[in-house]
């Protein structure tokens, strides 16, 4: 692997940091924002100026209107992207879009990418995926899953009750995770305005960084024709790795931009502020605390683009995307810890940003699989490997 970015990633890096210093931070205290995320109308600004900046949906395929990127170009640029929290939404490769993009070009049949995918990587529509359920259904286990979908004719009806639907308030489309009558999963694109779906109530989440909240969506005898079967019946379980395994890794590069801003933040104080003669980060209490955040962010760093290496070479990933997963989620928020703590008063109020991501990445540690989750998968794994290789003795 090599670590020396190209002349062309560079001049993107630099491209990026430019758009989101000078173009969306500014509008980081726009008032059009609710205890969700972004209004609607913030978005579409945003959208519409990374458009212009030629930034917008850059993980899209060149024919599709993207630029393309590799996963460790991605890593690069979404690492920028996500030094505001506004950043990943003007550039339209937040969460869930982004992975849904991944999955409905990886998937899709021409007819569905034209319906909804193009107008999708334009910045027009937003998506959410629906598959964690309220128990006894899928959560951390997706083979708990309860949504039903019914042979009906040539179609399916589907019945069940969704929940932390991340985006579904106002999103234009829905890929659905459902059980079939012989116990295997598929997976279904429905319009979000069809009256079998149903928008209970959204959540009162710790984030504010998702333009749609967290929903909780009802399937009300919702009848999809079997065009809308995304990829083929009995292949949901298949298709959520293909989406799932670089989906963590995105969220890992975002979130290192967020974890970079707050260190800044927290590097600039301790090296201005004075206390008992001395600036703050003379002490060594606090310049331990900042070199801990370097070294957790170089940590980070280093899973992320080894894991994006592997999967530009073809490699699933799956067991690297989960490792990676868990390092960055605990290593990312050790760093924006620290920093409110460096930054004492001001770290725990408006005053500064840092609070604001502080509340925005607690989550991360939950968000694609708990952190306990990944670690007894991959301990799963590692048993398997070392019986197997015993075996072959």
Same mark, same amino acid.
């Given at each position: 692997?090599?670590?020396?970015?190209?002349?062309?990633?560079?001049?993107?890096?630099?491209?990026?940091?430019?758009?989101?210093?000078?173009?969306?931070?500014?509008?980081?205290?726009?008032?059009?924002?609710?205890?969700?995320?972004?209004?609607?109308?913030?978005?579409?600004?945003?959208?519409?100026?990374?458009?212009?900046?030629?930034?917008?949906?850059?993980?899209?395929?060149?024919?599709?209107?993207?630029?393309?990127?590799?996963?460790?170009?991605?890593?690069?640029?979404?690492?920028?992207?996500?030094?505001?929290?506004?950043?990943?939404?003007?550039?339209?490769?937040?969460?869930?879009?982004?992975?849904?993009?991944?999955?409905?070009?990886?998937?899709?049949?021409?007819?569905?990418?034209?319906?909804?995918?193009?107008?999708?990587?334009?910045?027009?529509?937003?998506?959410?995926?629906?598959?964690?359920?309220?128990?006894?259904?899928?959560?951390?286990?997706?083979?708990?899953?309860?949504?039903?979908?019914?042979?009906?004719?040539?179609?399916?009806?589907?019945?069940?009750?969704?929940?932390?639907?991340?985006?579904?308030? @106002?999103?234009?489309?829905?890929?659905?995770? +459902?059980?079939? !009558?012989?116990?295997?999963?598929?997976?279904?694109?429905? *319009? $979000? %305005?069809?009256?079998?779906?149903?928008?209970?109530?959204?959540?009162?989440?710790?984030?504010?960084?998702?333009?749609?909240?967290?929903?909780?969506?009802?399937?009300?005898?919702?009848?999809?024709?079997?065009?809308?079967?995304?990829?083929?019946?009995?292949?949901?379980?298949?298709?959520?790795?293909?989406?799932?395994?670089?989906?963590?890794?995105?969220?890992?590069?975002?979130?290192?931009?967020?974890?970079?801003?707050?260190?800044?933040?927290?590097?600039?104080?301790?090296?201005? @502020?004075?206390?008992?003669?001395?600036?703050? +980060?003379?002490? !060594?209490?606090?310049?331990?605390?900042?070199?801990?955040? *370097? $070294? %957790?962010?170089?940590?980070?760093?280093?899973?992320?683009?080894?894991?994006?290496?592997?999967?530009?070479?073809?490699?699933?990933?799956?067991?690297?995307?989960?490792?990676?997963?868990?390092?960055?989620?605990?290593?990312?928020?050790?760093?924006?810890?620290?920093?409110?703590?460096?930054?004492?008063?001001?770290?725990?109020?408006?005053?500064?940003?840092?609070?604001?991501?502080?509340?925005?990445?607690?989550?991360?540690?939950?968000?694609?699989?708990?952190?306990?989750?990944?670690?007894?998968?991959?301990?799963?794994?590692?048993?398997?490997?070392?019986?197997?290789?015993?075996?072959?003795?």
């Amino acid at each position: 692997m090599n670590f020396e970015l190209s002349d062309e990633l560079k001049a993107l890096q630099s491209k990026t940091r430019a758009f989101i210093r000078d173009v969306v931070m500014p509008l980081e205290n726009d008032p059009r924002k609710d205890s969700h995320g972004p209004h609607e109308s913030l978005r579409n600004e945003l959208v519409g100026l990374a458009r212009d900046a030629g930034l917008l949906t850059p993980h899209a395929s060149i024919a599709m209107g993207g630029l393309g990127l590799s996963h460790i170009a991605k890593a690069v640029v979404f690492e920028e992207a996500g030094y505001s929290w506004l950043g990943p939404t003007a550039m339209n490769i937040h969460a869930p879009d982004e992975g849904n993009i991944h999955l409905m070009e990886a998937v899709g049949s021409p007819a569905q990418q034209e319906r909804w995918l193009k107008p999708q990587v334009q910045g027009h529509i937003r998506s959410c995926f629906a598959m964690t359920e309220p128990a006894p259904g899928a959560g951390a286990d997706p083979s708990m899953l309860q949504t039903t979908a019914t042979r009906d004719g040539k179609g399916y009806r589907i019945n069940g009750e969704k929940w932390f639907i991340t985006g579904a308030d @106002r999103a234009s489309y829905v890929i659905i995770m +459902a059980k079939m !009558e012989d116990g295997s999963a598929t997976m279904f694109l429905a *319009d $979000m %305005d069809q009256t079998g779906i149903v928008l209970e109530r959204n959540m009162d989440a710790m984030d504010s960084c998702f333009t749609g909240g967290h929903g909780v969506l009802r399937f009300d005898n919702l009848y999809v024709p079997e065009e809308d079967i995304l990829g083929e019946v009995g292949k949901g379980f298949r298709y959520a790795q293909v989406r799932l395994a670089p989906a963590r890794l995105t969220h890992c590069m975002r979130w290192l931009g967020q974890a970079r801003r707050a260190h800044d933040a927290a590097l600039n104080y301790a090296s201005q @502020r004075m206390a008992f003669n001395k600036p703050l +980060a003379e002490h !060594e209490g606090v310049g331990f605390m900042l070199a801990d955040n *370097d $070294m %957790d962010m170089h940590t980070a760093r280093l899973h992320i683009w080894h894991t994006a290496w592997m999967l530009d070479q073809g490699h699933r990933c799956n067991f690297e995307s989960s490792r990676a997963k868990v390092v960055c989620s605990e290593a990312e928020w050790r760093v924006v810890d620290r920093s409110v703590q460096i930054l004492g008063g001001q770290g725990v109020t408006a005053e500064k940003e840092v609070m604001r991501i502080f509340c925005d990445m607690r989550a991360f540690r939950i968000y694609d699989g708990p952190s306990e989750v990944h670690r007894w998968s991959m301990a799963r794994k590692l048993v398997h490997a070392a019986q197997a290789a015993k075996e072959q003795v």
